[in-house]
């Protein structure tokens, strides 16, 4: 059973930085082909933060030159680095990863969020 747990949120100041990070276990052997970092605040839409693939990446406008999305299918890991963080940066992250293993083939999995404070 995969699974995908996403950590490293916190409280932080305005113009402070965080890292998170997303791990996905559950296989032998698992490729992360797509990763993405999305946030939610209470009463609003979720909204995709990051991607990376083997395209390469995106990012939502409101985060581009702050946030650093990256993986590594050798640790099944998976991180977004957000740097200048602003109050309005304040949501939960969730980790988004599709997954392939040999006995399931590609889905898409989630993490359970990790809550990301920026007081101003």
């Known amino acids: 059973q995969v699974q995908v747990v996403d950590s490293g949120g916190g409280l932080v100041q305005t113009g402070g930085s965080l890292k998170l990070s997303c791990e996905v276990s559950?296989?032998?052997?698992?490729?992360?082909?797509?990763a993405r970092w999305h946030r939610q605040v209470p009463g609003k839409q979720r909204e995709l933060v990051a991607e990376?693939?083997?395209?390469?990446?995106k990012y939502a406008d409101s985060v581009k030159g702050r946030f650093t999305i990256s993986r590594d299918n050798a640790k099944n890991m998976g991180w977004l680095q957000m740097n200048s963080l602003k109050p309005e940066d304040t949501a939960t992250y969730y980790c988004?990863?599709?997954?392939?293993?040999?006995?399931?083939?590609?889905?898409?999995?989630w993490g359970q969020g990790t809550q990301v404070t920026v007081s101003s």
């Open positions: 988004e990863s599709n997954v392939w293993t040999p006995n399931t083939g590609s889905n898409y999995y």
């Open positions: 559950g296989a032998s052997w698992l490729v992360i082909n797509i």
């Open positions: 990376v693939s083997n395209i390469g990446t």
